[in-house]
């Protein structure tokens, strides 16, 4: 509640004012799609922004955790991450290889993967919808 969250879409908005490119809003992804052949200006944009439903995606992103040095005024509503690289090796090293053992196997599953992320990153947290960003896109 504390931390002033800023939404995706927002950022992508910021990130093309920066670049000199006024946002053109969409209403559907026909519309985004069709935009350059309708439109020929140079400084705008289309956008088309969904509700985030597919899988991985949390009702908001932690790119930090407590326990981490953060530097929350170098950037204007972007916060640095200022650690010392910490990982466990054995942990690396086993994890580099299973994902070799898999990849020379040419046969995974997803639950695979999600237990591997899960015994490197603790916290990991895969919220398992159905729906697929490669398929928005």
């Known amino acids: 509640e504390n931390l002033n969250l800023i939404k995706f879409?927002?950022?992508a908005l910021l990130y093309l004012k920066e670049k000199g490119l006024e946002p053109f809003i969409c209403d559907t992804e026909?519309?985004?799609r069709n935009y350059f052949n309708e439109n020929k200006t140079d400084h705008n944009w289309p956008c088309l922004f969904t509700k985030?439903?597919?899988s991985g995606e949390k009702d908001f992103e932690e790119f930090f955790t407590e326990n981490e040095k953060l530097d929350m005024d170098r950037f204007d509503k972007l916060g640095v991450i200022k650690n010392e690289l910490d990982y466990q090796e054995q942990k690396l090293l086993?994890?580099?290889k299973e994902i070799l053992k898999l990849k020379r196997?040419?046969?995974w599953d997803k639950k695979e993967?999600?237990?591997l992320f899960n015994y490197m990153i603790p916290?990991?947290?895969h919220k398992e919808t159905g729906k697929y960003l490669d398929n928005k896109m």
Do not use: Y
């Open 113 to 115: 993967i999600k237990e």
């Open 9 to 11: 879409s927002d950022i």
């Open 105 to 107: 196997s040419k046969v």
């Open 52 to 54: 985030s439903d597919t």
């Open 30 to 32: 026909t519309q985004a």
């Open 123 to 125: 916290d990991f947290e």
């Open 94 to 96: 086993f994890f580099e």
